[in-house]
């Protein structure tokens, strides 16, 4: 299990940290076995094409040739191979460290096995790894929870500073959306008794240690198709390297198998190829780092992908609780009698509204709500009454729904105050009527609050071309207020369950990517149903397994985060593809007319960029090819910068950034490298 007093695990270590590149090493070293490197094709024909000049060098070497070039190639080859595979080390040595951190934190947790459900005075011992599916546990304050499971009885207060990093502690209870716990976390008071809903090492934590590790990481669809297209190209180029050999064959002076494996890794594309694997474990990366678990490459992909995004209103476009937003009067009343007899009948209100109403009036109008007087009276709230308020020297304060109140004070509401109360209600906002000795004096307006800056960001979705679509429970007049003031693009009224996942299916049939969130196990077959599904680490037991990604602080607007991490991995990906083919332009006017120049003696005009010698050029190209990986490392695992762009401009950047730039950059790159060579006198 995990102490309660375990870090927080998001915080990333620094690309340059000396301890996390001394773990990456000989992880590097250990990616070198062919058998596991033969997923990249790229690299293991670098692999092989290395073992094979180095062969050729010892061969010379014991023949008494000249071997000193030869060896120098099979170096810069096998260093190749190690940076790419360093690449991926470490991207996954940033998961490994905070796995490590967890794994320290581990402790035995001794759970309290009931021998009855019903009886919680009668349990025994049993070690947390003992524990079955289905088995019942009493869990006590200062107990740590020993597995995940579903609460069934009782309620308590639960620290999950193990899972979120956050030591504020939450409610869970049984039924409702707040029923699930995760194992590791402390109960802090009162106590549960929870059904295990897990295996030994297959917790939410035994899988969240393998995700961050990388452990557990599958190639994505996206990258299994830039797999084969990166083996296509390695294929195409390694016939035309063989068929250089006959072109050069009928010239006279045939190169020789050294030069012509330098040719051929100078020509594949070994920078995305190096670093494919290591941009797809750092997208997973950042989402740990933003504190959502993924539980597979997929989903993040998918994220990038999006079209459609579904949004619940409640607690991710709005606030969530209703706010009081303002008093209207009725004729013959001011807005001073108002705020004063609502302030009276909310004194004993302990809801969000309530202290919304005494909030507002203290900020308005200066009234500043008075300690609930000893010998008031309080009327609570009833789901049969829809009123409350409280009686107090021979005056009765009421608040409540606008009918209830008329009904139950038996009075009359002026044609003036009904038509305010029916703007209120046409603006999506919620009207309460507040009455003093049964006479309506007037209503207070309660709207749910739209959270500041949510329209902005559903403009920039806008402009990604995602269609945003907010789901909610109220009346098509409240949800259309409320879709017009927030700026999404449709919503969804008096929603059902069956009403999300129609919607869902429709925008799929469409072939559009669906994204949502969702909390409780009515939401379960919407977040199976949608492409990326982000469950609440809050939720039920039955959305968090529904769900692909998990928001350990469940935040129902990090939903827009986590679209934007993926389209950062999409970005990523294609920018440094770009980069990499691009590479290519430069290293032909490099190693072609050193090659040829001897058979071919015009081809020396397509020595641009005069370097010194055949050897030097060849030399020169094989290790910019080698270096260029290493100095991309942190591009691919920090990100390229993302922007809410269109595809069209984001093309345009991709070519003018990072394809003019991978076209540019070896020029430069190689040239320095020869001049290095010269002045050293290698070559």
Known sequence: MISPTMPRHNAAPALLDPALLGRALPGAFRKLNPL?????????????????????????????????????????????????TFAEAVAEGRGKARAESMRRARTEAQAKLLLRADDRTQHQPRAATELRLGDLVLVEAGDLIPSD???????????????????????????GDRSAVTGGTLVVSDWLVVRITAAPGSTFLDRMISLVEGATRQKTPNEIALDILLAGMTIIFLIAVATLVGLASWGGQPPSVTVLAALLITLIPTTIGGLLSAIG????????????????GRAVEAAGDVDVLLLDKTGTITFGNRQCAGFVAAPGATEQEVAEAAVFASLADETPE???????????????????????????????????????????????AVDSLVQAEN?????????????????????????????ILGAIELKDIVKPGIRERFASLRRMGIRTIMVTGDNRLTAAAIAAEAGVDDFLAEATPEDKLRTIRAAQAEGRLVAMCGDGTNDAPALAQ?????????????????????????????LIEVVEIGKQLLITRGALTTFSIANDVAKYFAILPAIFVASYPELQALNLMRLASPESAILSAVIFNALIIVALVPLALRGVGYAPVGAAQLLRRNLLVYGAGGIVAPFIGIKLIDLLLSVTGVF
Request: proline share 5%; no cysteine; net charge neutral.
């Open 530 to 558: 949608a492409d990326v599904g982000l469950a609440m680490q809050t939720g039920t037991q039955a959305a968090r397994e529904a769900g692909n990604m998990v928001d350990l602080d469940s935040d129902p607007t990090k």
């Open 149 to 175: 499971g579903e609460v069934v009885l009782g309620v308590a207060s639960v620290n999950e500073a193990a899972v979120t990093g956050e030591s504020a502690p939450v409610i869970r209870e049984s039924g």
């Open 281 to 296: 474990i750092a997208g997973m990366d950042r989402l740990v780092r933003f504190n959502v678990m993924a539980t597979s």
């Open 411 to 439: 009075a009359t509401l002026a044609p003036e105050l009904a038509q305010a109360i029916d703007r209120i209600a046409r603006q999506g906002a919620t009207p309460l009527a507040v009455a003093l000795n049964g006479r």
């Open 354 to 400: 309530g202290r919304s109403i005494l909030g507002f009036a203290r900020d308005r109008l200066g009234l500043e709500p008075p300690a609930l007087p000893p010998a008031a009276q309080v009327v609570p709230f009833t789901a049969q009454t829809r009123l409350s308020g409280l009686d107090l020297d021979g005056n009765r304060y009421r608040k409540g």
């Open 36 to 84: 596991t490197l033969v997923r990249n094709p790229v690299i293991f024909t670098t692999e092989v094409t290395a073992a094979l000049v180095t062969a050729l060098a010892v061969q010379a070497a014991l023949a008494g040739a000249a071997w000193g070039f030869a060896t120098a190639i099979a170096a810069w080859l096998w260093l190749t191979v190690l940076f790419a």
